[in-house]
């Protein structure tokens, strides 16, 4: 299985979408798009970083998961931009999902750092006026820092549904909202088996195309995951990429004066009107709730994770995991993948756990049985 600190590395990861109420987190131990989910490949090499200079590096998956080589690309993303005010950094080689890419902006806009993180994916979303896929869902993601409560976070598909909601959609008999999907022929459908068989939409027609595109050109190919278009397909050719753009703001301004005007503009934004929603703003006020409530139910990630079966499947696997990491049922419950459990352990503050708790646990599910710790 995965050695200790690439198992807490995606446990991180799955956890903190979970946090959010995000699609990207354990459901992506049972990802329909790789056989056996996020299952460690025992053939994976060491990640091995390529073209280095003082403000950019290519990280070379080597067929480990996607989350542990976008993990990498961001530290060496914060590091360089940290001692040259700029960094641009790629990863490639991969063919798992890199989860929820908040997590990975987060991380570079708390280091008070602007940043740009987009994804490439396999072929499921065609462009406008196309019959079959030739992008990814391709989401893009940017970080400002300055808000108390953390950075300002845009984080989103380029697509107008994700593969989620349309095998979910299929499962439950309901059609798709219209607009999204084209059937093998090309035509209009809003039936979720004829949009899997052919191709999924980018959102806001030419504009959402067009910004696919570029996800696709700057996100894939240039820092080396397989173009679409040529002999071997992306999922096939098991090669997906990403790319990482941190700034310092001190390049164009006072970094404390930025941070205030940030503030101040998405205040102004906000009194605009009762209802108005910064980026971010919903998963923020699902991670407070998660973590007020000292629980968070993992069954709907298993029903999201396993929808054509009823969930059933994904729940049998949650159950050892659950398991291992020390789940607790509610009393009387039937038999299912019960409330994980986020309070504190030796001290620890409850926001930390997904740091120092339970990732402590959740990871020993991706390791091999019997491995230390």
Not at 24 to 44: C, F, H, M, W
Not at 111 to 120: N, P
Not at 264 to 271: I, L, P
Not at 356 to 369: C, D
Request: aromatic share 4%.
């Amino acid at each position: 299985g995965y050695p200790a600190d690439e198992a807490e590395t995606l446990t991180k990861i799955m956890m903190h979408a979970e946090l959010h109420n995000n699609n990207q987190g354990i459901s992506k131990l049972y990802d329909v798009n790789t056989p056996g989910g996020i299952k460690y490949n025992e053939r994976a090499g060491p990640l091995i970083i390529e073209r280095e200079t003082p403000i950019s590096a290519v990280v070379n998956g080597n067929q480990r998961s996607g989350m542990s080589a976008l993990s990498k690309g961001v530290d060496l993303a914060i590091a360089k931009a940290k001692a040259s005010k700029m960094a641009i950094v790629g990863t490639h080689n991969t063919y798992t999902s890199t989860g929820m890419l908040a997590y990975y902006a987060e991380q570079i806009g708390k280091a008070d750092l602007i940043a740009v993180v987009m994804a490439q994916s396999p072929e499921f979303v065609a462009p406008l006026g196309g019959r079959k896929g030739v992008f990814g869902t391709n989401p893009l993601c940017v970080a400002v820092p300055g808000p108390k409560e953390g950075p300002l976070i845009l984080d989103m598909a380029t697509a107008a549904i994700t593969l989620f909601g349309a095998i979910t959609a299929k499962a439950n008999g309901t059609q798709l909202p219209p607009g999204v999907a084209v059937d093998s022929e090309g035509n209009p459908t809003r039936d979720p088996a004829a949009a899997l068989a052919g191709a999924f939409l980018t959102f806001g027609g030419h504009k959402g195309s067009g910004l696919s595109l570029i996800v696709e050109l700057l996100g894939g190919v240039l820092p080396g995951g397989t173009p679409p278009g040529g002999p071997v397909s992306k999922k096939e050719s098991k090669n997906w990429a990403n790319t990482i753009i941190a700034i310092d703001p001190s390049l164009l301004s006072n970094t404390a004066e930025f941070k205030r005007k940030v503030r101040a503009v998405c205040a102004h934004v906000k009194s605009t009107g009762p209802s108005v929603k910064l980026p971010g703003e919903i998963e923020k006020g699902h991670l407070k709730r998660n973590l007020a409530a000292g629980k968070l139910d993992v069954s709907s990630a298993a029903a999201r994770a396993d929808p054509g079966g009823g969930g059933r499947a994904a729940s049998a696997a949650l159950e050892v995991i659950a398991a291992r990491a020390g789940v607790r049922r509610e009393a009387g419950q039937a038999p299912r993948v019960g409330d994980l459990e986020l309070q504190p352990r030796g001290g620890v503050a409850p926001s930390f756990f997904f740091q120092y708790s339970h990732v402590r646990t959740w990871k020993r599910a991706l390791r091999a049985p019997g491995s230390p710790g």
